[in-house]
């Protein structure tokens, strides 16, 4: 079946830009994650949905980092403002939940590089 | 604090080597999982394996095996007889028993040399 899909593959950006970044998680996943990659570093958690809960925000860098999932469904990662520090790999998972929610099945990531 | 360290930045084996990659981990949760994921050349991470804190039995799966060891927090890995195809970014990684968070360690870079 489909794996997690996420798009755009790269995108590159000036300085100042907002840009919006797509996950398209497995169908039927309850919980997505959103995480950054940065250059020789492991990854760094941004932020969580489960199902209809509230999510957690908790890894969001900076007030210029939000993100949705509609319908519990598609997440879109949104920066605002890009800076050079932002320049990363955005990795997308989710998770079956319920006794597999630790499970998670990564997406290929957006390479951002702002200029 | 959740804490997941991986010292070993890169290692170099030859094929059919054995090879043991480091995981030490910091929490004070009683209840958490520890995680290793392979993240292959071509980018995606993908799963190998999730061990809760209550399991402190060895795996073994094929030519990979992993040792849990709650007394040093230490949840290493180990590849047996290895293969280029193992050339790759491993990383540990622990998730709080919410499941909400997961703390990744920044990776081991193993290159099998045939």
């Known amino acids: 079946g489909a794996g997690v899909s996420q798009s755009p593959s790269n995108k590159v950006t000036e300085k100042g830009k907002d840009v919006e970044l797509r996950c398209d998680p497995i169908?039927?996943?309850?919980?997505l994650y959103w995480y950054r990659q940065s250059l020789g570093q492991g990854l760094e958690f941004l932020i969580y949905?489960?199902?209809?809960?509230?999510?957690?925000k908790s890894g969001l860098p900076s007030d210029r980092f939000s993100a949705e999932r509609t319908g519990g469904s598609v997440s879109t990662l949104t920066i605002q403002r890009t800076q050079q520090e932002d320049s990363a790999v955005y990795l997308c998972?989710?998770?079956?939940?319920?006794?597999?929610?630790?499970?998670?099945?990564f997406g290929p990531g957006t390479r951002l590089t702002v200029t | 604090a959740q804490k997941v360290t991986q010292a070993q930045t890169e290692i170099s084996v030859v094929e059919k080597e054995d090879v043991t990659l480091d995981c030490v981990y910091e929490?004070?949760?009683?209840?958490?999982?520890l995680f290793w994921y392979k993240q292959p050349p071509s980018g995606e991470l993908v799963f190998l394996i999730r061990?809760?804190?209550?399991?402190?039995q060895n795996e073994i799966s094929g030519r990979y095996s992993w040792n849990f060891q709650k007394s040093t927090s230490s949840f290493n890995f180990t590849i047996t007889a290895s293969q280029v195809v193992d050339s790759a970014v491993y990383f540990c990684?622990?998730?709080?028993?919410?499941?909400?968070?997961?703390?990744f360690g920044t990776g081991t870079s193993l290159t099998v040399i045939p």
């Open positions: 990684a622990l998730s709080r028993r919410e499941g909400n968070q997961f703390y």
């Open positions: 169908s039927g996943h309850t919980a």
């Open positions: 929490t004070r949760d009683t209840t958490y999982y």
């Open positions: 949905f489960q199902g209809n809960s509230a999510p957690d």
């Open positions: 998972a989710s998770t079956p939940g319920g006794t597999l929610l630790y499970e998670q099945y």
């Open positions: 061990r809760n804190s209550f399991d402190e």
